[in-house]
């Protein structure tokens, strides 16, 4: 059975750091695409960060860039989020996905596998 288990949610202070982590299980994604997405009340799910497995090669949205990054242990077959300035419009539920059959990584209608998520929550 495929799993994806995020971890390292909580609550911050803008211009704090959090970590969180994605594991997965029952499945290995080599040669494809990770991502962690995002989304936030009366929001669409939206796109992070992106690794591809094969080579590390990474992308990251606008919003993000200079503060996040995204990154992966392949032997422990998990992906992470270094997330640092974080701001109050950060706050939002996310969410790990795998097993990308799409086009863009960053978009959310190529993954098939998708965590539970975890609470980021930054005050200001």
């Known amino acids: 059975q495929v799993q994806l288990v995020e971890s390292g949610g909580g609550s911050v202070q803008a211009g704090g750091s959090l970590r969180l982590s994605c594991a997965a299980s029952g499945y290995t994604y080599s040669r494809n695409w990770m991502a962690w997405f995002r989304q936030a009340p009366g929001k669409t799910r939206e796109g992070v960060a992106a690794?591809?497995?094969?080579?590390?090669?990474?992308l990251l949205s606008d919003s993000v860039k200079g503060r996040f990054t995204i990154s992966r242990d392949r032997a422990e077959n998990t992906i992470y989020l270094q997330m640092n300035r974080l701001k109050p419009e950060d706050t939002a539920m996310y969410y790990c996905?795998?097993?990308?059959?799409?086009?863009?990584?960053?978009?959310?209608?190529?993954?098939?596998?998708w965590g539970q998520g975890t609470q980021v929550t930054v005050s200001s």
């Open positions: 996905a795998a097993d990308f059959h799409g086009v863009q990584p960053l978009s959310r209608v190529g993954y098939s596998h």
């Open positions: 690794i591809y497995t094969g080579d590390s090669s990474t």
